[in-house]
């Protein structure tokens, strides 16, 4: 009996555990609200989808909660200004029609490299 609850304990909690993991979708009149996690339970993305297409803000996160990027799609598309963060530095990228248009590089707040 003892070997029946811990077995039936153990399944219970992995069950829990693997439904942490899982994207969850929310819908929000035409829109679609998405969250993917890391594997240890932490938000990895968060964004919106549209007709199925990647669209309005997304920002992703690392296994620790940090956020290291955000940036807006258009349709699928990677549109406007994309902000990367990486350490103490920060890419701040343009794009134009899914391709990069511009990159900034940022540290302590002051532009030490222009891309164009």
């Known amino acids: 009996m003892k070997k029946a609850i ?3 304990a153990l399944i219970a909690t992995v069950s829990i555990y693997a439904q942490d993991k899982s994207p969850s979708y929310e819908i929000e009149g035409e ?6 996690y890391h594997d240890n339970g932490e938000v990895s993305q968060t964004g919106y989808f549209v007709d199925k297409e990647l669209h309005g803000e997304w920002k992703m996160y690392n296994e620790n909660g940090k956020k290291i990027a ?8 990677k549109t406007g200004k994309w902000f990367f963060w990486k350490g103490e530095g920060l890419s701040e990228v343009d794009y134009s029609n899914n391709q990069i248009a511009n990159v900034i590089q940022w540290n302590n707040a002051e532009a030490v490299v222009l891309n164009k």
């Open 31 to 36: 829109i679609v609200k998405a969250t993917f």
């Open 6 to 8: 811990f077995f039936l």
């Open 70 to 77: 955000m940036g807006q799609y258009e349709n699928g598309v």
